[in-house]
């Protein structure tokens, strides 16, 4: 770690092989925001337990029991700022057309006017930590580079568990290297003598992307993708578009490592909105014998054509930042075992004896916690001892699930690729695509329902295309255009494409009963996906894809009994039509840029509906 005095020009402390428009762009946001000092962040252990202690001694953070949860904290942020702040996160593209109906476009000058207005003197009594990141292994031919600014040290030790950060990745970046910029601070300038506070922000937010400069400026907060900003900001809002110009994709995807019983291995992708289980299904724990199921990411894939033209597959993050409440030894005890040290806990309940607690981690709840706000907390308190959107933040690495693959700098081809939402009704089980054409017609139109008036009315359908309704860099319909001509040029290439299903692992019986258990029986699925790959599992036509033919799906031992099963797999053409008019109408809120292929799709669709009831059946 190396300091630069105060307000003295930041080249005189950069690390020897700092490139000169890093150093340049360094100097420039030191001038505007006027820290009282400028660090060059490495990487190292030493600056990661310097950084520790350093959110200890102002209160930010509590070491936890070293015997219980070594190296581990506990960190409360501001009651103002515990999550992503939609609503405050900008496209700033050069047209606003290119933005699209999903994001908020805010014009690129008048933008760039009002951070610079806010970021004036904004570090002042503050350190500016630079921070040199790759996403993905450093020199993969898949990585890419980045160079955070930030006043929080809070963030400095989250991206060094987020990222590849420090001086190997600063080594990367040359006078041609392409990198991109991102400027964030809390903003809370100190005046000389002030007391700081423990958890540093601002009421005013702002997280905006500069899709065509590849820049991303972010004010306001400490917390989450809000100024971690390497993880969705980078990673999927910036490199959305980085990935349309230069022929990839970069999706909000979970990747995994399955072995079968008889010893081949699969790499699959799967892109779950928020509630579907994504963390549950990245750490699978398989209740078939003889099956292997490693992780290589949770949260994030880059996918690219490889030197065959088959597509692979890189997670670009080095540590998982997952939600806790919900995360138990019952429902995911790799995710547990995972957090035994090295973890940094935000938001989270604190035991008396300085271990941490959420709902979910254990089935009772300790008779005495201290809450997320450092209140006490007992189970009659009426009100839950942890943020719901409490996070833990470890290493891949520590993962006992991580696959011995999951940081090879090539990739690993993909072979199957899986969507999925949380639906009550309509949705089967399983379902394969006919095409890459279907597949895409299958990501773009997934749903969940809504489960609380707080999130709308109940059972409405939230699209969330891809997974990636927040996170698209560009417009939605573009993105679609753009994965259809991924699978093209996989084709052209003499290539096969991974094979696209769609799952729901949340269909209800008319007493509100989830039919399926979920969990480690979900490998039965993936069994069936991964035959059909191999020509071993027999499927049969409907109106939405290819379904499990009967007893194609081992059930032995699922607790799944006949009427069940017929249930999950049940296509009700009526209902469907009902849906597909609602998709209709979602399709036409893009307007002319929906692709002719997701079209034909839908028409595609719902002419086998209307055959299925012409011919007098109700059910497919």
Not at 16 to 42: F, G, H, S
Not at 383 to 392: G, S
């Amino acid at each position: 770690m190396t300091v630069t005095p105060q307000r003295t020009s930041a080249a005189l402390s950069a690390p020897p092989k700092a490139d000169a428009k890093v150093i340049a762009w360094v100097q420039e946001m030191a001038d505007l925001t006027r820290p009282n000092r400028v660090v060059w962040c490495d990487g190292s252990e030493a600056e990661l337990h310097g950084l520790m202690n350093k959110l200890v001694g102002t209160g930010t953070a509590i070491k936890l029991d070293p015997k219980k949860r070594p190296d581990s904290y506990l960190v409360r942020s501001d009651p103002s700022d515990v999550a992503r702040v939609e609503s405050r996160t900008f496209i700033c593209s050069e047209r606003e057309e290119d933005a699209g109906p999903t994001n908020n476009w805010a014009e690129p000058a008048r933008m760039r006017r009002t951070l610079t207005d806010l970021f004036r003197g904004s570090m002042e009594g503050r350190t500016m930590y630079v921070v040199p990141f790759s996403m993905g292994p450093v020199g993969s031919p898949m990585a890419r580079l980045g160079v955070q600014v930030t006043d929080s040290p809070y963030v400095v030790a989250s991206m060094r568990t987020m990222t590849r950060m420090g001086d190997a990745a600063l080594a990367q970046i040359g006078p041609d290297t392409a990198w991109v910029p991102a400027a964030h601070t809390v903003g809370a300038p100190l005046a000389r003598g002030q007391a700081d506070v423990a958890w540093p922000c601002n009421e005013t937010k702002y997280i905006c992307h500069f899709p065509e400069d590849r820049e991303i400026w972010s004010y306001g907060s400490a917390y989450g993708g809000n100024a971690i900003l390497p993880k969705k900001a980078f990673a999927l809002r910036i490199a959305s578009v980085q990935a349309r110009d230069e022929g990839w994709l970069a999706e909000h995807m979970l990747l995994l490592k399955v072995t079968n019983p008889r010893g081949r291995v699969f790499h699959v992708a799967a892109a779950f909105p928020s509630a579907c289980g994504k963390t549950n299904f990245a750490m699978l724990a398989p209740t078939l014998p003889d099956w292997k199921v490693e992780t290589i990411g949770d949260d994030i894939a880059w996918i690219a054509p490889g030197p065959d033209g088959r597509l692979r597959a890189i997670n670009p993050e080095a540590g998982f930042f997952g939600v806790a409440p919900g995360t138990g030894l019952s429902t995911n005890r790799t995710a547990v075992e995972t957090m035994w040290g090295n973890t940094v806990f935000t938001n989270v309940a604190l035991t008396d004896d300085g271990d941490v607690w959420w709902e979910g981690l254990t089935d009772e709840a300790p008779a005495h916690l201290t809450d997320w706000t450092g209140a006490s907390w007992t189970p009659d308190s009426g009100r839950k001892a942890a943020h719901p959107n409490a996070r833990f933040t470890v290493a891949a690495a520590q993962c006992p699930t991580i696959s011995d693959d999951w940081e090879d700098p090539a990739g690993v081809v993909l072979d199957a690729i899986i969507f999925g939402g949380r639906r009550a009704t309509n949705v089967p089980l399983v379902a394969q695509s006919r095409s890459w054409e279907h597949g895409v017609f299958m990501g773009a139109t997934v749903s969940s329902e809504q489960t609380a008036a707080a999130e709308g009315t109940v059972g409405e359908l939230r699209r969330d295309p891809f997974a990636m309704l927040p996170f698209c860099g560009y417009h939605m319909a573009d993105y679609w255009q753009h994965w259809l001509d991924v699978g093209k040029a996989v084709t052209d290439a003499g290539a096969t494409p991974p094979a696209i299903f769609q799952v729901n692992w949340f269909r209800k019986d008319a007493d509100g009963r989830f039919l399926w258990p979920g969990f480690g029986e979900n490998i039965r699925v993936l069994d069936w996906i991964l035959g059909r790959l191999e020509g071993r599992a027999d499927g049969v036509d409907s109106p939405v894809g290819i379904l499990p033919a009967p007893w194609a799906i081992n059930l032995d031992g699922a607790g799944v009994t006949p009427d069940q099963w017929a249930e999950l797999l049940r296509v009700d053409p009526r209902s469907h039509l009902v849906e597909s008019d609602d998709a209709a109408r979602y399709l036409e809120t893009f307007g002319a840029k929906v692709p002719e292929a997701i079209r034909r799709e839908l028409h595609t669709l719902r002419d086998r509906l209307r055959g299925k009831l012409a011919n007098g059946s109700l059910a497919a």
